[in-house]
């Protein structure tokens, strides 16, 4: 079936250096693309998104890069804090066979360390 | 962005008894998604609550078993019935006001079944 990965379950770094989090997609449907950031003991908190026809988008110390060729999406932070400690996610909604409704599916999750 | 609060946050229950959980949105929203998070895992989609209607259930979830009601647009509930220990998940309020808005999440429930 379709499915949401990541390449890598853990990340740490130290504070001030940039991190890259990777996902790997394989619905080709898929048009809008979301990264959260879920602390221990709180649900998921929508960090950036962006859409299909974007291949990079910008926030504030985040960057989300969009490669539809290879099906891959990144979240880079830039200057990491100590409070960027956290299981990141990715996400990506499209319409999906028999299905009629978008719904936003989930990859398996990295868990951002950031040493002081 | 809509605020959710959930109720309970967290909860021990003893197999075979039900527990329903409460969502409550600060603001109407379109749509009311409840998803579940098994210890050390991801989300899963159990099913979209309509407003009026059945809520729609994705693969490997039926009504019976995680009933839901969403009586007006700020509100639902998720009960999760007979419960097992495999039950013992981190519940998830969700909500978006149409198909590509940001989608939100509430703080979850933690229910732990004995």
């Known amino acids: 079936g379709e499915s949401v990965g990541l390449h890598l379950p853990t990340l740490s770094v130290q504070e001030g250096d940039n991190s890259i989090i990777n996902c790997a997609y394989s619905?080709?449907?898929?048009?809008?693309f979301i990264w959260y950031k879920q602390e221990s003991g709180k649900g998921p908190q929508f960090i950036i998104d962006?859409?299909?026809?974007?291949d990079k988008r910008q926030g504030q110390r985040v960057t989300v890069l969009l490669n539809k060729t290879v099906k891959h999406l990144s979240l880079q932070i830039a200057a990491t804090q100590p409070g960027d400690s956290a299981v990141y996610f990715c996400?990506?909604?499209?319409?999906?066979?028999?299905?009629?409704?978008?719904?936003?599916?989930f990859g398996k999750g990295t868990l951002l360390t950031v040493n002081p | 962005s809509a605020v959710i609060s959930q109720k309970p946050s967290r909860d021990i229950c003893q197999r075979g008894t039900s527990l329903t959980i409460q969502c409550q949105v600060d603001?109407?929203?379109?749509?009311m998604f409840w998803y579940r998070q098994q210890p050390g895992q991801s989300l899963t989609l159990i099913a979209t609550?309509?407003?009026?209607?059945?809520?729609?259930?994705e693969s490997g979830f039926v009504i019976d078993k995680f009933p839901i009601s969403r009586p007006n647009l700020t509100f639902s509930t998720l009960t999760v019935s007979n419960m097992s220990p495999e039950d013992s998940s981190i519940y998830l309020c969700?909500?978006?006001?149409?198909?590509?808005?940001?989608?939100?999440f509430g703080p979850g429930t933690r229910l732990t079944v004995l």
């Open positions: 969700s909500v978006q006001e149409s198909s590509y808005n940001e989608q939100f």
């Open positions: 619905n080709s449907a898929s048009d809008y």
């Open positions: 962006i859409r299909s026809n974007m």
């Open positions: 996400a990506e909604k499209g319409r999906y066979s028999g299905g009629s409704n978008y719904k936003l599916t």
């Open positions: 603001s109407q929203v379109t749509m």
């Open positions: 609550a309509n407003q009026g209607s059945e809520a729609t259930y």
